[in-house]
Each structure stands twice: as structure tokens, then as C-alpha cells.
T-cell receptor
Framework: AQKVTQAQTEISVVEKEDVTLDCVYE???????LFWYKQPPSGELVFLIR??????QNEISGRYSWNFQKSTSSFNFTITASQVVDSAVYFC????????????FGSGTRLQVQP | DGGITQSPKYLFRKEGQNVTLSCEQN?????MYWYRQDPGQGLRLIYY???????QKGDIAEGYSVSREKKESFPLTVTSAQKNPTAFYLC???????????FGSGTRLTVV
């Protein structure tokens, strides 16, 4: 069965600090996809990134970067120079190429960026 | 603009009543999903549908029912059999699972 663990329930940082959100996953599939979503206070989830299991290159998008390591089954998310607008709940999710055709989400990490 | 519309935004239900949450999409996506979110918790899958007239149970389907008569619509009924229905309900759709979801803005259901 697939599983996603986000051990950090809540993180609080001061603006301009860097912060890393951890995500560890479990799957028996060799082909799978990992995602990060952001949930601002409005409630709607916003897609941030998708990564397939064959692509271990790290990705950077502005202040956001992602570190995918198959050896440790982790897909961590770093925000550089955090801003107050980054305050939200962030979810990591997993889908398998075979098996259940739906995303499995972690429990989320609430990030609070203080001015 | 294409997207997913969930209605109503807030819904109050008396104990013993069935209520139906609406989810409509104009993205031409084949697959649609319902998730439940409780405070401080992640999203748990209730039901999903990959094509019209077909749907599958998720992890917490008991006390819920769905239908998929049209590609654009995937309503969720919360029945009186659902013992603790107060939660935030999110609907999503995808053209292909591997490309992730587009989410609606959610319906907050409260039992009074």
C-alpha cells in the first residue's frame, strides 16, 4: 500500500529565513509520481510540482526547490527567503502508475512565516 | 475560464438528514475525485470516478454515495449513515492521473 508521511505538523519561521518541508513516501511500484500542493487559508489546493520516479534531478522554481532522493524515499521542499505569503498548509502526495488511480496525501505541514 | 465549481461553500445539516454536495467541471477531464479534510489532518479519499457511469470506493466511503451520469458532474451525497460528517470536502478532477489534480474551492459541512 502507498503511504506518505509528513512528520512536521507545524513550522514557524521569520521572514527571509529558509525552510525545508520533509516528505517521506512508501510504495511498491517502480513507476510513481510525487506532488506538492499548497493550501492557503482560502482552502483551495494549488499545484506546485510533479515529479516522476525516473527523474531524480532536483528542481528549482524561483524561491522554491525540491530534492528528490529515491535512496531515502524522500521528496523534500525548500522555500528560500520565505515571505509572509508563503504561510499555508503544504501537502505532499503520491500516485502509483498501477493500482489505485488516485492520489494519496500526507497529513500536511502548516507553515507560518512571521513578519 | 475553465475550472471546478463546488457548491455550496457552506452547508449545515441536521442530524439524520441526507445532503448533496455539488461538483461541476468544465475542463473536459475524465477523472473526478472527492476528498474529506478534517482539522489538522490530510486529505482522505472518499470516492473517485475515472469515466462516466463508473466510480470506485476510496478509503472512507462508508456513509457516502456518488453518481457520475455526466462527465462534467460528480455529486457527493452525505447520508445519515455517516456518523461524523462535519468536515471540509474537496472535489478534484484530472485529465490524466499522472498530471495531478485541479481542485475546487471546497464545501464546509457542519452538522447542527
Amino acid at each position: 500500500a502507498q503511504k506518505v508521511t509528513q512528520a512536521q505538523t507545524e513550522i514557524s519561521v521569520v521572514e527571509k529565513e529558509d525552510v525545508t518541508l520533509d516528505c517521506v513516501y512508501e510504495t511498491r511500484d517502480t513507476t510513481y509520481y510525487l506532488f506538492w500542493y499548497k493550501q492557503p487559508p482560502s482552502g483551495e489546493l494549488v499545484f506546485l510540482i510533479r515529479r516522476n520516479s525516473f527523474d531524480e534531478q532536483n528542481e528549482i522554481s524561483g524561491r522554491y526547490s525540491w530534492n528528490f532522493q529515491k535512496s531515502t524515499s524522500s521528496f523534500n521542499f525548500t522555500i528560500t527567503a520565505s515571505q509572509v505569503v508563503d504561510s499555508a498548509v503544504y501537502f505532499c502526495a503520491l500516485s502509483e502508475a498501477a493500482g489505485r488511480r488516485a492520489l494519496t496525501f500526507g497529513s500536511g505541514t502548516r507553515l507560518q512565516v512571521q513578519p | 475560464d475553465g475550472g471546478i465549481t463546488q457548491s455550496p461553500k457552506y452547508l449545515f445539516r441536521k442530524e439524520g438528514q441526507n445532503v448533496t454536495l455539488s461538483c461541476e467541471q468544465n475542463l473536459n477531464h475524465d477523472a473526478m475525485y472527492w476528498y474529506r479534510q478534517d482539522p489538522g489532518q490530510g486529505l482522505r479519499l472518499i470516492y473517485y470516478s475515472q469515466i462516466v457511469n463508473d466510480f470506485q470506493k476510496g478509503d472512507i466511503a462508508e456513509g457516502y454515495s456518488v453518481s457520475r451520469e455526466k462527465k462534467e458532474s460528480f455529486p457527493l451525497t452525505v447520508t445519515s449513515a455517516q456518523k461524523n460528517p462535519t468536515a471540509f470536502y474537496l472535489c478534484a478532477s484530472s485529465i490524466l492521473l499522472n498530471y495531478g489534480y485541479t481542485f475546487g474551492s471546497g464545501t464546509r459541512l457542519t452538522v447542527v
